[in-house]
């Protein structure tokens, strides 16, 4: 009867009839209740449900419950926190990403997720922190160099000193070097590194 209360769940869902599909993943969860059992899947699909209706409230609320009795996956961290940056709740998303890195350590998808919203919420230093990590898990990326170039940048237009303007820019300019070697067609990188040159020059002529 579990089997087929999940299985009847599954049927609705891909037909998109997600309360029923709903009622269904509660009607196998409740079966494995009765006998002393858990069922992960059944509480894991019905937030699924909840997050394709388009109720998000529930669904991170399900998709909470299935951590909590034991669906042990990064991704449900990363359904969590996607829901929360909808709802405009970005610091709540970079807490739920960085749950799931404390249970999921060097975990790439999550790093990349963490510093995209660093960087989204505007907190520099704490950004570079993840990009360097993300980068140690993935140095061949010429996404991360260009985005760690730009936080150099961002650093150069900050500082005061020109000692500390120069040095931010020789780090960025560094990264997007990077950048282009890993990746030669990576625009990207070219047009930064290409507005870096100008900024770095209006600096030294002021």
């Known amino acids: 009867m579990q089997g087929a209360s999940l299985n009847a769940g599954n049927d609705a869902f891909g037909k998109k009839d997600y309360d029923s599909a709903i009622a269904r993943y509660a009607r196998a969860e409740q079966i494995a209740k009765s006998f002393g059992m858990v069922d992960t899947n059944a509480v894991f ?34 359904y969590i926190a996607s829901l929360q940056r909808k709802g405009e709740d970005l610091n709540g998303a970079i807490v739920t990403i960085q749950e799931g890195l404390k249970r999921f350590p060097g975990e790439k998808d999550l790093m990349l997720d963490e510093m995209t919203f660093l960087l989204a919420a505007d907190r520099s ?12 898990k993935d140095p061949e990326n010429a996404v991360l160099w260009s985005v760690l170039g730009g936080l150099h940048d961002k650093k150069a237009s900050e500082a005061k000193d020109e000692a500390a303007i120069m040095a931010a820019y020789a780090k960025a300019e560094e990264a997007y070097k990077k950048s282009i070697s890993i990746d030669p067609k990576f625009f990207d990188a070219y047009f930064n590194i290409g507005v ?6 209006r600096s030294a002529t002021s």
Do not use: F, H, Q
């Open 125 to 136: 230093e704490e950004a570079e922190a993840s990009v360097i990590a993300a980068l140690g």
């Open 196 to 201: 870096l040159y100008n900024n770095r020059t």
């Open 45 to 78: 699909n019905s937030a699924l449900a909840y997050e394709s209706k388009g109720d998000a409230a529930n669904a991170i609320r399900r998709y909470r419950e299935s951590i909590a009795i034991g669906y042990n996956k990064p991704e449900v961290y990363r």
